[in-house]
């Protein structure tokens, strides 16, 4: 048959009935509700709308879609709609399809906000972090206390699984990193020094920049996208099994039992994988050093310990401790409020790197300014 077509007829003087003919298929496309428009609107002194099928072929979704059209079309204008006419089955999709109301927001053409309002939103919304990150820190912070006094519950064989996590197997992307940074640092450092006849301080450029500064940082953001996601991952995972759910059910507490063993290991882990990344970062400038610029090794070596102090040296390691909390701090905290389905586990994964990595930095920022007051 050809494709659907609609024909207005009047039944009586108070009745138009709505002719359908041909195939109604989604392959066909939907007739435009424009005639049953400009027909009611020639028409005066209707009050009720009925369909006619008798020369409807085969139909599908489509039949429903113009149905509820004008089941709309008449609930606007104040019209009887008598679906009676209809098949049997497109009568029962309709009542499927009515019986669960549509969303308020379910339209993807929604009202833009006033900019007042989006502000607000948002306002609220940094509320809503911020208190919720004091108040699982102030629960962290309880959990510890337990901890010191050794009533805090949790297996010695999951923390030494996260210290191998987060301390052997983090080595060799920490390798690469570090060799390709430090290396990196002697090629811009060369460049420059060798204008002046002073390539030997690459040395001392290479070996403060990995010590007081990029060892630490670039540990950290490594750990944060590596371990920090890891933890956000796992415990979200966790909760979606409803796992800790079951956790609290038997009166053991998710932060001793699940948290505490990560940010240990993390914390514990952070300031030796920032020696490690120092030492492998001062190779990495050698090797431009030693290879590209003909600096001999041992005076690379002399002039390395004598630019590098114990201060830079400690300071590096306190900011890498500082780190190891923050990113610990920030996976744990996006996986223990993840939602419980399996999208929900891949936001709080991403939520807990860039957390992480802006805490990282900010914290960097204000090392920065406290070491420069200290004279550091």
Same mark, same amino acid.
């Given at each position: 048959?050809?494709a659907g077509e609609i024909a207005?007829?009047?039944?009586? *003087?108070?009745t138009?009935a709505i002719?359908?003919?041909?195939?109604w298929q989604?392959?066909?496309?939907?007739?435009?509700l424009?005639?049953l428009e400009?027909?009611?609107?020639?028409?005066?002194g209707? *009050?009720?709308v009925?369909?006619d099928? %008798?020369?409807?072929?085969?139909w599908?979704?489509?039949?429903?879609t113009?149905a509820l @059209?004008?089941s709309?079309? !008449?609930?606007s204008?104040k019209?009887e709609?008598?679906r009676?006419g209809?098949p049997?089955?497109?009568?029962?999709?309709l009542?499927?399809?009515?019986t669960?109301?549509?969303k308020?927001?379910?339209?993807?053409a929604?009202?833009?906000?006033?900019f007042?309002?989006?502000?607000?939103?948002a306002a609220?919304n940094g509320w809503g972090?911020? /208190?919720g990150?004091?108040?699982f $820190?102030?629960?962290?912070?309880?959990?510890?206390g337990r901890?010191?006094?050794?009533?805090?519950?949790f297996?010695m064989?999951?923390?030494?699984?996260?210290?191998?996590?987060s301390?052997a197997?983090?080595?060799?992307i $920490? /390798?690469?990193i570090?060799?390709?940074?430090g290396s990196?640092f002697?090629f811009?450092?060369?460049?420059?020094?060798? @204008?002046f006849?002073?390539?030997?301080y690459?040395a001392d450029?290479v070996?403060?920049a990995?010590t007081?500064?990029?060892?630490?940082?670039m540990t950290?953001?490594?750990?944060?996208?590596?371990?920090?996601?890891a933890?956000?991952?796992?415990?979200?995972?966790?909760?979606v099994?409803?796992?800790i759910?079951?956790?609290? %059910?038997?009166?053991?507490?998710?932060?001793d039992y699940?948290?505490?063993?990560?940010?240990i290991?993390l914390c514990?882990?952070?300031?030796?994988? !920032?020696?490690y990344?120092?030492?492998?970062?001062i190779?990495g400038g050698?090797a431009?050093?030693?290879?590209?610029?003909? $600096?001999a090794?041992?005076a690379?070596a @002399? @002039? /390395?310990?004598?630019?590098? %102090?114990?201060?830079?040296l400690?300071?590096g $390691?306190?900011k890498?401790s500082?780190?190891?909390?923050l990113?610990?701090?920030?996976?744990?905290?996006?996986?223990?409020q993840?939602g419980?389905s399996a999208s929900a586990?891949?936001?709080?994964t991403t939520?807990?790197?860039v957390t992480s990595i802006v805490l990282?930095v900010?914290?960097?920022?204000?090392?920065?300014?406290l070491?420069?007051?200290l004279?550091?």
């Open positions: 048959m050809a207005l007829v009047d039944s009586d *003087s108070a138009v002719r359908l003919s041909g195939d989604v392959r066909d496309g939907m007739p435009a424009a005639v400009d027909g009611m609107s020639s028409r005066s209707v *009050s009720k009925e369909f099928v %008798t020369e409807l072929g085969e599908d979704s489509v039949l429903v113009f @059209q004008v709309d079309f !008449c609930a204008h019209l709609l008598d009676g209809l049997e089955g497109a009568q029962r999709l009542g499927l399809a009515e669960v109301p549509e308020s927001d379910a339209r993807s929604e009202q833009k906000s006033s007042l309002a989006r502000v607000g939103t609220q972090e911020a /208190t990150m004091l108040a $820190i102030g629960e962290m912070t309880m959990a510890v901890l010191l006094r050794g009533r805090a519950r297996r064989v999951d923390l030494g699984l996260m210290l191998q996590h301390g197997d983090a080595l060799p $920490i /390798t690469l570090s060799l390709l940074v990196i002697a811009v450092g060369a460049v420059q020094l060798e @204008q006849g002073a390539a030997i690459v450029l070996g403060i990995m007081r500064e990029m060892g630490a940082m950290a953001i490594v750990m944060a996208g590596r371990t920090g996601a933890f956000a991952a796992q415990l979200g995972s966790m909760k099994n409803q796992e759910d079951a956790l609290e %059910t038997m009166g053991i507490s998710p932060l699940l948290v505490l063993p990560r940010m290991a514990a882990m952070m300031p030796l994988l !920032c020696l990344a120092d030492f492998v970062g190779l050698a431009v050093g030693v290879g590209m610029l003909g $600096i090794p041992s690379y @002399q @002039q /390395t310990i004598g630019a590098v %102090t114990y201060t830079h400690i300071g $390691i306190c890498a500082v780190y190891g909390v990113v610990a701090l920030s996976g744990c905290m996006r996986g223990m993840s419980s586990v891949g936001d709080a939520a807990a790197v990282v900010c914290a960097s920022g204000v090392f920065a300014v070491f420069y007051a004279g550091i």
